[in-house]
């Protein structure tokens, strides 16, 4: 699969289009289709992005939980319920449904976070914040040894 890397900031026009970075577009390309699924991250006010075959594999793991199990239905309601399935115009945009566009405070810029498999839409000035207290978080983190947890120190 490949990876959503670097940090953009597009223009969004009046009617909520954006361009996907070319780099992201590829990655979705990659992933098997020209479109994108796009959710509201209530935790952080922004939006997700995610490929379909990112998708898949969320499925793929709520499949394992029993049919009608409570853990079973809230997950699906957080990962389908609020995501939204775009496809890419010949641009290469994708048209920010007004509801996202409003959970990520987003007006007429948005600023693109490749995350590695998934990516994130953020109002630039609030992506700022967030990005200053996670460098800091990460200062003293460092990258798990296969089969490993995430810990600190070197």
Partial sequence: MALFTSTYVNKVD?????????????ALDA???GLVYVKPNHGLGAVDGLSEAW????????????????????LET?????????PLDP?????????LMATAGITDQATFVGLG???????????EEHKKRQVAAAETLTLPKPGGRVGGGT
């Fill in 31 to 33: 992933a098997g289709a």
């Fill in 55 to 74: 998708m898949e594999q969320i499925q793929t793991r709520i499949d394992e939980l029993d049919i009608y199990s409570e853990e079973r239905v809230a």
């Fill in 78 to 86: 957080r990962e389908f319920a609020e995501t939204t399935r775009l």
């Fill in 91 to 99: 641009e290469g945009r994708m048209i920010l449904p007004k509801e």
């Fill in 117 to 127: 498999r998934y990516f994130q839409v953020w109002e630039p000035a609030r992506f």
């Fill in 14 to 26: 009046r009617k909520g289009r954006v361009s996907v970075p070319a780099g992201f577009r590829a």
